[in-house]
């Protein structure tokens, strides 16, 4: 399986709908690639707030319109990242896109965990409430969404729901980066599943971004990493370790807490 990471660097000289264009072209260069990912909130910035309620969109609004085609004409799974979802009857949601290779809408996902303690995104945006995976013909993604990453029972319930791939959409500042690169590594070990983590280059709102995206196998092996700038970064894996990796160190097996307690005869 070939993954195309495509780290974006989200600058503040550049318009959302220029941005919008040059990335559905970075998508359409990554044909033959079997998943194609982006990062957290890369029409905006993931920590320019003052944005999010300027540039939300519908679901199925020009981002979504873009992406979708882009997926189609490159005939590749796209993890479109995340953008600023106005829902009509509620709040802002920071949701997920993923596109199937003939341009259709297989997954939404609505971020759960939302940063800023009391400010930010935690006030001005709701919090999702559904785990979302998404089966591809040689693997089942779990999705997530930058500090959903600190959390660790959620990649273990998408885990639960089937998942073997973990991919992480994210913004990720850059004076927090050796966390960034330690639990990606944390999750792919103790879910013995393939994490896909694409971040952003550049800077949000005066934030430098972390960039350094990474592919991780079910062992913990970095197979890739990304520097700092804008880069494509593109990895081969075998889908198929993290059944050999499951069978040969059974660990999974062996959880006793967090499980439906055994019922009484």
């Known amino acids: 399986m070939r993954a ?20 559905a072209g970075m998508v359409r260069e990554q044909a033959g690639a079997d998943l194609v990912v982006l990062p957290e909130l890369w029409t905006t910035g993931a920590f320019a707030y003052e944005e999010f309620g300027r540039e939300a969109e519908p679901l199925e609004g020009p981002t979504y319109e873009a992406m979708a085609k882009a997926a189609s004409d490159a ?10 979802e106005r829902d009509p009857d509620g709040p802002l949601y920071n949701t997920s896109l993923v596109f199937s290779p003939s341009g259709d809408l297989a ?10 303690f009391d400010k930010g995104e935690a006030v001005l945006m ?7 995976t998404v089966r591809l013909p040689a693997t089942t993604l779990g999705i997530s969404t930058c ?8 990649f273990r319930g998408l885990v639960d729901a089937g998942a073997e791939t973990l991919v992480v959409a994210a913004g990720w500042p ?18 013995q599943s393939f994490v896909v983590a694409c971040g952003t280059a550049g800077t949000h709102a005066g934030v430098p971004q972390a960039g350094h995206s990474i592919v991780v196998d079910p062992w913990g092996a970095v197979l890739a990493q990304a520097g700092a700038g804008e880069e494509v970064l593109t990895v081969e894996f075998d889908p198929g370790k993290v059944a050999t990796t499951r069978e040969q160190f059974p660990a999974l097996k062996d959880r006793m807490l967090g499980l439906e307690p055994p019922r009484r005869p």
């Open 4 to 23: 195309s990471v495509i780290q974006i660097a989200v600058n503040e000289d550049e318009s959302v709908e220029a941005r919008r264009r040059r990335v």
């Open 75 to 84: 005939g590749v799974w796209l993890h479109a990242g995340s953008v600023p």
């Open 107 to 116: 997954a939404a996902y609505r971020k759960i965990h939302r940063f800023g």
């Open 126 to 132: 709701g919090a999702g409430t559904e785990l979302v």
């Open 147 to 154: 500090y959903d990453l600190r959390f660790p029972e959620l």
């Open 174 to 191: 850059e004076r927090r980066r050796s966390h960034w690169t330690l639990l990606a590594q944390a999750r792919a070990v103790e879910n």
